[in-house]
């Protein structure tokens, strides 16, 4: 039975109000496998050409922070093209969007292969950012309109589970393609990626927002929205905690690879096991999100993920101050930090997204995406404030303390004064 064939039962609103979706098993996999590949692929798009770095700066007659201004235009991209791409589906559907953003990631990523300066190199990757974009914010906005409730905090697990393979793999598929070809075969990848993302939005995911739920929004009307919904408590509270959590694992991962190096004495290839043992840890977070979904409110879930983080990385200042943090030491502390992080994303998009009608979940989802990233990049970015213009363990476990401390607050003060209780 295909995904599309599906449609009504997908479009169904009663049963996911009621916290249960009635969509067949082997349509919920594929649409898992849908909007994994999709969400995937921002992942993808700043992570595989990481290890490529050196070649391209060489290639492209560049400094190593120009080539990394094109990791930041990345970032700036999925950002920005979340607030633009989210109300597009509102008005628009899910499929339009998400078809255009697709084919429009595939066709960036293949001119990529032809820059010949690192301005241009941004440039494309800008674009490609807010390609990637579509996949993100959308696939969030279909979860809310097909499900609800515990049944939406069981799908975004599954969801993450999958998306989580991407930032693991990432950089190790980059350093075996590297060993393959020159370093355009990287954006090659990525760009039969983005053809194949396009295939499936065609023939695998239906249409889920019904066209009297869509709503046409001018620009003063869509930024009235927006003003809304960052007044809204039940959607703030969550979305702050959500961006702040993330703020908190980027940091880790945008710091760690010079911290394990140059500090923890880690070579290379001991840096790609550390990280991907620890997206492990995020993995099995999800499931343990999921096994207890049935006995525990997603509020306190969210809640026992974000103290669990706070505990990890108080341990990790602990190991820093005592001269006692090794390479093995640090990564059980992080393993322990990634794993209640999985218990902190699908929880927090759920209660974000599930504060709003379906009308509005595109637009709730482009700004909870771009809350996310443009906070939690910023802060994150903090790390590297130090003497030499380097992070170090400190800083990094500086910056990563004061942001998981903020959401625990945050997520904390809202719950006390009820503004938690939308995905009872």
Not at 84 to 107: E, K, N, Q, Y
Not at 141 to 148: C, Y
Not at 232 to 253: E, G, H, V, W
Not at 371 to 391: D, K, P, R, W
Request: charged residues 10%; hydrophobic residues 50%.
């Amino acid at each position: 039975m295909s995904l599309v064939s599906a449609r009504p039962r997908l479009t169904s609103r009663p049963a996911a109000e009621a916290g249960q979706a009635r969509t067949p098993r082997r349509s919920v996999v594929l649409l898992v496998f849908v909007l994994g590949v999709l969400s995937a692929t921002s992942s993808l798009a700043t992570d595989l050409y990481l290890p490529a770095f050196p070649d391209i700066a060489a290639d492209l007659n560049a400094t190593e922070s120009q080539i990394q201004l094109t990791l930041t235009a990345v970032m700036v991209g999925l950002a920005l093209g979340q607030l633009v791409i989210g109300p597009l589906s509102d008005r628009w559907g899910r499929r339009r969007p998400l078809l255009v953003g697709t084919a429009m990631f595939a066709l960036s990523s293949l001119l990529c292969m032809t820059v010949t300066s690192p301005e241009m190199f941004s440039a494309l990757r800008f674009v490609q950012g807010i390609a990637a974009a579509a996949g993100m914010v959308i696939a969030r906005a279909v979860v809310r309109d097909t499900f609800s409730g515990d049944a939406a905090a069981k799908f975004f697990s599954r969801l993450v589970l999958l998306v989580g393979l991407a930032p693991m793999l990432g950089p190790i598929l980059g350093g075996q393609l590297m060993l393959i070809g020159p370093w355009q075969l990287i954006f090659a990848v990525l760009g039969v990626a983005g053809l194949a993302g396009t295939g499936l939005v065609y023939f695998g995911l239906p249409e889920t927002l019904a066209p009297q739920d869509r709503t046409r929004r001018d620009p003063v009307l869509m930024l009235r929205t927006f003003g809304r919904l960052l007044r809204d408590p039940r959607f703030i509270a969550p979305s702050m905690t959500m961006a702040l959590s993330f703020a908190m694992t980027f940091t880790y991962i945008s710091a760690f690879s010079f911290v394990s190096q140059e500090e923890l004495g880690a070579t290379a290839q001991q840096f790609s096991l550390v990280f991907g043992i620890n997206t492990l840890g995020m993995i099995l977070g999800n499931q343990v999100n999921v096994a207890l979904i049935s006995r525990m409110h997603t509020s306190r879930r969210l809640f026992v993920g974000l103290i669990g983080a706070t505990l990890s990385i108080v341990a990790l200042g602990i190991l820093g101050l005592s001269g006692t943090a090794g390479l093995i030491e640090v990564t059980v502390v992080l393993f322990v930090m990634m794993l209640c992080t999985g218990l902190i994303s699908p929880n927090a998009t759920t209660l974000a997204v599930a504060s709003q009608p379906s009308s509005l979940g595109g637009t709730s989802s482009a700004l909870l995406g771009t809350m996310q990233f443009a906070i939690g990049g910023i802060l994150a970015s903090a790390a590297g404030l130090t003497s030499t213009g380097e992070a170090t363990l400190t800083s990094m476990t500086l910056v990563m303390l004061a942001t998981a401390v903020t959401a625990t607050a945050v997520f904390g003060i809202a719950t006390a004064r009820g503004h938690t209780e939308t995905a009872a």
